[in-house]
């Protein structure tokens, strides 16, 4: 039997190109992307231009309904899943007092309970395609307590420590689980406007989703843990290893 790789959150930005690094090393696939966000065009393209098999599924993962229909209409086409990406997710940046109840409630769904569904829904079909793999997209955001992020960083660490966990239980059965927390992407055409105002450091720790895509599915394929993407941001990460609360502190309430 043909087995899949599913990605969701794969019709833009990173879940795109690791959408792409997976088509160039022949991998067939299965993407899942809102409505109307020229899913099926990708699909069209990377059928036609690396010769393998394409799904596409174009659904709000952010209700359970959902998340349950995918797995059924996956399982009603006789596809088995070797490797999970789970890459959807909502971004925040504002004040806890000022976010809408909707809208955190739905970011919590995405970025929680969505992976963590999927996971569980599809967790007999990385047993029986072992070795397989799980890769669940946090951020760098998951390390730091950030004012403006303070739903969507909690999302992040839960991921991350779902992660860690899951990969002890799982690797008895060659089901390798890592987790990878990117910093800042050129992802939308918002989010380019936005790093384009940054200067130095910030400026060049900033990644194309490719570059970002292409270290990560090699990290990914040998089985790193923690995956963090970019020199520079293994340099913030040092750096927040040693230095002192205060300062840290002081760095952080620069953002309100």
């Known amino acids: 039997m043909k087995t899949y790789t599913l990605i969701t959150g794969a019709s833009q930005g990173f879940g795109r190109a690791l959408a792409f690094e997976y088509a160039k090393k022949s991998a067939n696939l299965v993407l899942v992307a809102l409505p109307n966000s020229g899913l099926e065009q990708l699909s069209d393209f990377l059928k036609s231009h690396f010769e393998i098999d394409v799904l596409f ?82 951020s760098m955001d998951s ?63 900033i990644l194309d989703p490719e570059q970002a895509a292409k270290i990560t599915l090699s990290d990914f394929n040998r089985g790193k843990e923690v995956i963090i993407p970019g020199r520079i941001n293994k340099v913030f990460m040092f750096l927040d290893s040693i230095l002192p609360s205060a300062i840290k502190n002081r760095l952080t309430a620069n953002a309100i």
């Open 57 to 138: 599924f174009e659904m709000d993962l952010s209700t359970e309904a959902n998340c349950i229909k995918l797995f059924n209409e996956v399982k009603e086409k006789g596809v088995s899943i070797k490797y999970l990406i789970n890459n959807a997710g909502m971004l925040s940046n504002g004040l806890f007092e000022d976010m809408r109840k909707d809208y955190f409630l739905s970011q919590i769904n995405v970025n929680v309970v969505t992976p963590t569904l999927l996971t569980k829904l599809f967790m007999d079909d990385f047993k029986k395609n072992s070795p397989s793999g799980i890769l669940n997209v946090s």
């Open 143 to 205: 390390f730091f307590l950030l004012p403006n992020k303070q739903v969507y960083g909690g999302t992040k660490a839960y991921l991350l420590s779902f992660s860690k966990s899951l990969r002890k239980e799982l690797k008895r059965y060659g089901i390798s689980v890592s987790i990878v927390c990117p910093g800042g992407m050129n992802t939308t055409s918002k989010l380019c406007l936005q790093n384009r105002r940054l200067s130095g450091i910030s400026r060049q720790s």
